[in-house]
């Protein structure tokens, strides 16, 4: 059985950094491609970054760029985004994802097969 746990949410105020971890387990981990998505009330789930299982190539949305950096540690099973000089827009539901280690890096909900069940970052002004 596959799961993926978040951690690591939490309230920060704006300019603020916040450090969210996912732990995976019943799936080999270094085979798959990691995604964080987030999702705010009223909004759509949206990709935020994702990295290759090679960690050779990753991907960020233009609203995090320079302020967010996704990691793994394959021996940990576990992926990391960092988040940096957080703002207001930021406050979301914050989900990891992993899909079958392809060359493509998806960037949307569907190409990700499992999912964890999310946690909350508030950044306040």
């Known amino acids: 059985q596959v799961q993926l746990v978040e951690s690591g949410g939490g309230l920060v105020q704006a300019g603020g950094s916040l450090g969210l971890s996912c732990a995976a387990s019943g799936v080999t981990f270094s085979s798959q491609n990691m995604g964080w998505f987030r999702q705010a009330p009223g909004n759509e789930r949206e990709i935020v970054a994702a990295m290759r299982w090679t960690g050779s190539r990753t991907y960020y949305a233009d609203s995090v760029k320079g302020r967010f950096t996704i990691s793994r540690d394959n021996a940990k099973n576990t992926a990391y985004l960092q988040m940096n000089n957080l703002k207001p827009e930021d406050t979301a539901v914050y989900y990891c994802?992993?899909?079958?280690?392809?060359?493509?890096?998806?960037?949307?909900?569907?190409?990700?097969?499992?999912w964890g069940q999310g946690t909350q970052v508030t950044v306040s002004s």
């Open positions: 994802a992993t899909a079958s280690g392809n060359l493509r890096i998806g960037l949307s909900v569907g190409e990700y097969d499992y």
